[in-house]
């Protein structure tokens, strides 16, 4: 038996595999420390993404993997994680105490991207991140009811900035809380696009991991002003298998790479249907296509979800999947989405920008 060194370990994790992580523990620099005690090693694991509801899965399942090592008796894993700001584009300053910003965009209306923008929101959280979410569709804000806080409205401390509204632990922000529930929004462009901006900068969000932006159909002013003056980290696109939605996906897809903004991946919603009295499954929008549109841009798909009536019932009632059913099935999928964007997100580069050590100058 050779000698059990940091090496030995090392070359052990490099070796384990994970369908989230994408890459080896090494590769991730995700190893923060080896402790070698004789026959026993105690490693502590860091991951760049969000990742509670499996953490201690993973730990054990880390623990099996180095165990099968002729060189170690007894092993001991911990898991958690760091979440990093990622660079945005390059004209653009990143926006104090937000590190990242992730732009949900469909391109057509009708294919549930709000419902995935708030799950997503809720399941980053339920994951152990901090998270906001911002409300973009000036036109039809729905996020306020569809949290259960239409009534609510946001205070102002200093008369200058507004506090977000909180709503299961995350953060939000709605034009839908600074007006009258049946006032229509008759605005120009560039009266839309400067609310946007307002919202989002006259916001106090304090410390945010990700802060999820539930953009608007379509890829007009709101999208542009979101690419021009908005420091986007990436964008989720969300689809249903249908032939014309994924015509107004892919649409999506060419605008965010013409503003050097990477789409991490697909959400197709409305898979398939379980009938609800024979339990038949029926792919009555059509299938593959959520799969066809990532494979054709070499993204991923990063799950599906069913045509489900629990989904639309818990959101019209102010309580999304989520938070509805945490526990539940489509909660479970929502948070297997969660991860795989955080995971698909940490492999970007990082942005220093914030980190930089101010330059003094001093007199001669």
């Not at 949900?104 to 929101?121: D, Q």
């Not at 806080?149 to 900035?161: F, G, Q």
């Not at 969000?205 to 709101?222: A, H, K, N, S, V």
Request: glycine share 8%.
């Amino acid at each position: 038996m050779s000698e059990l060194t940091e090496q030995v370990v090392k070359d052990s994790l490099a070796t384990f595999e994970h369908e989230i992580l994408n890459q080896d523990l090494v590769k991730l620099s995700a190893v923060k420390s080896i402790e070698i005690n004789y026959g026993a090693v105690a490693v502590d694991i860091k991951l760049g993404f969000p990742c509670k509801s499996i953490a201690n899965e993973l730990a054990a399942d880390i623990v099996k993997h180095l165990q099968r090592s002729e060189n170690i008796d007894q092993a001991e894993v911990t898991v958690s994680w760091n979440i990093s700001a990622h660079k945005v584009q390059s004209a653009v300053a990143p926006i104090e105490g937000i590190k990242n910003i992730i732009a949900v965009a469909s391109g057509k209306g009708g294919v549930g991207k709000s419902t995935t923008a708030v799950n997503l929101a809720l399941a980053l959280q339920a994951e152990g991140a901090a998270v906001g979410i911002l409300d973009a569709d000036i036109y039809g804000p729905s996020m306020p009811m569809m949290l259960g806080v239409s009534s609510e409205r946001p205070n102002s401390k200093d008369n200058k900035t507004i506090e977000p509204v909180v709503a299961f632990g995350i953060k939000t922000m709605s034009i839908g809380y600074l007006i009258e529930d049946k006032q229509a929004m008759i605005w120009r462009g560039p009266m839309v696009s400067s609310a946007l901006t307002q919202l989002l900068g006259d916001t106090q969000w304090g410390e945010l991991d990700y802060l999820i932006i539930d953009l608007p159909p379509g890829t007009g002013d709101i999208q542009l002003t979101l690419a021009q003056k908005v420091p986007v980290t990436a964008a989720l696109i969300v689809t249903t298998p249908q032939d014309i939605a994924l015509i107004d996906a892919v649409k999506a897809i060419e605008m965010f790479e013409k503003v050097k903004i990477p789409s991490l991946g697909i959400v197709e919603n409305m898979a398939t249907h379980i009938c609800s009295e024979c339990g038949n499954i029926e792919a009555i929008f059509g299938e593959g296509g959520g799969e066809a549109l990532a494979s054709q841009y070499s993204i991923d798909l990063l799950g599906s979800l069913p045509l489900d009536l629990q989904i639309r019932l818990t959101t019209d009632a102010g309580k999304p999947s989520v938070a509805a059913d945490p526990d539940g099935t489509i909660a479970q999928i929502y948070k297997q989405i969660a991860r795989r964007l955080g995971a698909k997100l940490s492999l970007q580069g990082k942005d220093y920008r914030g980190d930089a050590a101010p330059i003094l100058f001093r007199e001669a």
